[in-house]
């Protein structure tokens, strides 16, 4: 876990890196097709769900829930990322709707900084990454150019 400063310019500006943020999304795919089928199953988005603590907490403390409330949840957001409701998601159709939550999340958190404790590896951690590198890299060209 990392604690970071993160705003909705930074997630916007990553995503709209089209090579950065596919190839993230490719990584994050693979790591969640446990079967290496080439899709996601309900069985393996739930996993990842359940990891990333969906339903559990609510503002960091855990929340009991019942358990069918969760199953309507999770089933949810299953058919949210299955665009032709075949029952699997391909990495297209996770892209899409990975791209429109993230773009969301950005503008919800506006342009206003805040500071954020980020999971190791996570799709918002590689945004703040991207633009520390970005960053970086304007900083060596103004440099190159001023000499």
């Known amino acids: 876990m990392s604690v970071e400063i993160i705003d909705g310019t930074t997630i916007a500006n990553f995503v ?3 090579e ?10 693979a790591q969640l097709d446990a ?3 080439g899709f996601l199953s309900y069985k ?14 609510h503002f960091g403390v855990d929340v009991k829930r019942e358990p069918e409330e969760v199953a309507r949840v999770y089933e949810s957001l299953f058919v949210q990322f299955d665009h ?3 029952g ?21 958190l506006g342009s206003l900084p805040i500071q954020m404790a980020l999971e190791h590896d996570s799709l918002l951690l590689k945004a703040v990454k991207h633009e520390y590198s970005y960053g970086a890299s304007a900083n060596d060209n103004l440099l190159a150019n001023a000499a």
């Open 16 to 18: 709209e890196d089209e």
């Open 20 to 29: 950065a943020f596919s190839a993230s999304v490719n990584d994050l795919f």
């Open 35 to 37: 079967d290496k089928d």
């Open 44 to 57: 393996e988005m739930v996993k990842e769900l359940q990891r990333l603590r969906v339903m559990e907490t």
């Open 84 to 86: 032709d409701m075949n």
């Open 88 to 108: 699997r998601i391909d990495k297209n159709e996770f892209k899409k709707e990975t791209k429109k939550m993230l773009l969301a999340m950005a503008n919800g």
